[in-house]
């Protein structure tokens, strides 16, 4: 069996990030680069270009927080009467400690970089150092959150739509397998991954700060919210009827709704002397069809 190579993806935040980097990189340079200015710009415009705008601001207050609790660990570690190599593991024993009972979950990598290049370098001045690294880190940051909310800012609202889309789908599939001609009912269940997924999406969407579009970002908010409320008032309605004994009989309003709607359905069966089944199933039906409308409603207000 012959296995191709995946396909390179570049996607837009990897662009970000590099040049975010170029940018950070290019503003360093200006006061005279080095190697650890240059190192630090780096490592502050990476974090800064997170997928959201909450993420971005935690990752970058970290970052300054990381490298003053590094300067004051190496600051310590170095009035210590013991060996550079042991207070080096001394320090990242204890940074990486802190990072796990403050549940911090970025890396420590940076904090222990600062306590190492203090502890081992005994000419360096370490407050001079670790204003300068701040100062650094901070010019990355400041480049990194800059180019990711102003200048290339994520907006999944696409996803969302592609979510709700391959909802109205399932919704679709499951209704031709409701009325299909046969006693075995479909599962709603399997939709609570497309659910689950709107609800990542959402969350992506409101931590962001889209800054130039705050007030439409309100407003696409606000329909997406009812979009996720009418989304599993629907599931919920499906999974009625997928408990049911046996699917009924449709009556003439919602087999041409359904049929409009695309559905194919082979259940022939002539609605005369309605039964309670008969009247639960068309009741869930014509409100699946009503909140699926709402939905598409919605989408299509989006695309405009």
């Not at 479909?186 to 931590?207: C, N, V, W």
Request: charged share 25%; glycine share 6%.
């Amino acid at each position: 069996m012959i296995h191709r190579p995946s396909r390179l993806y570049v996607g837009p935040r990897t662009w970000k990030t590099a040049l975010a980097v170029i940018v950070s990189l290019a503003v360093v340079e200006l006061y005279g680069a080095t190697t650890s200015r240059m190192v630090f710009a780096m490592l502050g415009a990476m974090a800064a270009v997170q997928p959201t705008f909450t993420e971005s601001v935690a990752s970058s207050m970290t970052q300054i927080v990381g490298v003053l609790f590094g300067a004051l660990m190496g600051v310590a570690l170095r009035a210590l009467p013991v060996h550079h190599l042991i207070g080096v593991g001394l320090g990242i024993v204890l940074v990486i400690a802190g990072y796990n009972a403050l549940h911090i979950r970025f890396s420590p990598s940076l904090p222990c970089l600062v306590v190492v290049t203090i502890v081992t370098t005994p000419d360096i001045q370490p407050l001079a150092y670790a204003l300068g690294r701040v100062w650094d880190t901070a010019i990355g940051l400041g480049v990194g959150m800059t180019i990711n909310t102003l200048v290339m800012p994520y907006d999944n609202s696409r996803q969302i739509r592609g979510s709700l889309q391959s909802l109205d789908k399932e919704v679709i599939v499951f209704l031709e397998e409701m009325f299909d001609g046969d006693e075995i009912l479909p599962r709603a269940d399997r939709m609570s991954g497309t659910i689950r997924q709107l609800e990542r999406q959402l969350k992506i969407f409101s931590d962001q700060r889209l800054i130039l579009r705050l007030r439409r970002q309100r407003r696409q908010l606000e329909r997406f919210r009812l979009c996720e409320q009418k989304a599993r008032e629907l599931v919920a309605r499906m999974e009625i009827l997928s408990h049911m004994e046996g699917p009924g009989r449709l009556d003439p309003e919602n087999r041409r709704s359904l049929e409009e709607a695309g559905a194919k359905i082979r259940d022939e069966r002539p609605l005369e002397d309605p039964r309670e089944r008969d009247i639960v199933t068309n009741y869930h039906v014509r409100q699946i069809l009503k909140l699926r409308q709402t939905l598409m409603e919605v989408l299509e207000n989006e695309k405009e």
